[in-house]
């Protein structure tokens, strides 16, 4: 099926360090939406973006919507223990494309202490 | 405000079965999305209901089908199983369907075919 393409696929960095990651699409976006997902567990939404250009931020998290809206990017700040586990990027058309999230294939962190 | 709730959390079926599982929405959220997640495919869009009618589809053969209630309570329905039909499913509530609203989901179904 049609997917994102997010990178890296995994991450491995020390307590502390910032950590980025990103989504690019060959499709137009209306949002973007970012998710983490626990072992076991449905994906938690992190932050959402609806308009090109928007940066946004939730604590130590900060997501920006690219101006083409074909693509969009994940940093963590000062990483914590608690930050690992598998980050999601998905992108959400308009009702007239289908309406659907399209996700990225995830980006799984670890964060050694 | 309770979040969207999935039942039941793990399912064991043989080749053959059907299964039924449900999701109810957080409350107010009129629409309901469904996928599936497996390691090779990661999380793939199966259909999305509101008031009751299905308004999106995704690739899935006809063995997968679904249905909303008037409490907005949905239910996805897989017949025939089949061993590639164990994943973990997922639904998604959110308040209206317009593009713009983002999706909360359940912790999932983790279903199990042998």
């Known amino acids: 099926g049609q997917q994102l393409n997010q990178s890296p696929q995994s991450m491995f960095i020390q307590e502390g360090e910032d950590v980025s990651m990103n989504c690019t699409s060959s499709s137009i976006f209306n949002t973007w939406l970012w998710y983490k997902q626990d072992p076991g567990e449905g994906p938690v939404l992190l932050i959402a973006?609806?308009?090109?250009?928007e940066l946004t931020s939730n604590g130590r998290l900060t997501a920006q919507f690219g101006i083409t809206r074909k693509d969009s990017f994940l940093n963590i700040s000062a990483s914590i223990p608690s930050d690992v586990g598998i980050y999601f990027c998905a992108g959400l058309g308009n009702y007239n494309q289908g309406g659907k999230l399209i996700f990225g294939q995830g980006t799984e962190l670890s964060v050694k202490p | 405000k309770a979040g969207v709730t999935q039942t039941p959390r793990y399912l064991i079926k043989t080749r053959g079965q059907q299964v039924t599982l449900s999701c109810s929405p957080i409350s107010g959220h009129r629409s309901v999305s469904w996928y599936q997640q497996t390691p090779g495919q990661g999380l793939q869009f199966l259909f999305e209901y509101f008031s009751e009618t299905q308004r999106n589809k995704g690739n899935f053969p006809g063995r997968f089908s679904g249905r909303q209630f008037s409490n907005s309570r949905s239910e996805m329905n897989v017949s025939t199983l089949e061993l590639g039909d164990s994943a973990l499913y997922l639904c998604?509530?959110?308040?209206?369907?317009?593009?713009?609203?983002?999706?909360?989901f359940g912790p999932g179904t983790r279903l199990t075919v042998l």
């Open positions: 973006l609806y308009k090109a250009g």
């Open positions: 998604a509530s959110s308040f209206v369907w317009d593009g713009d609203n983002e999706q909360f």
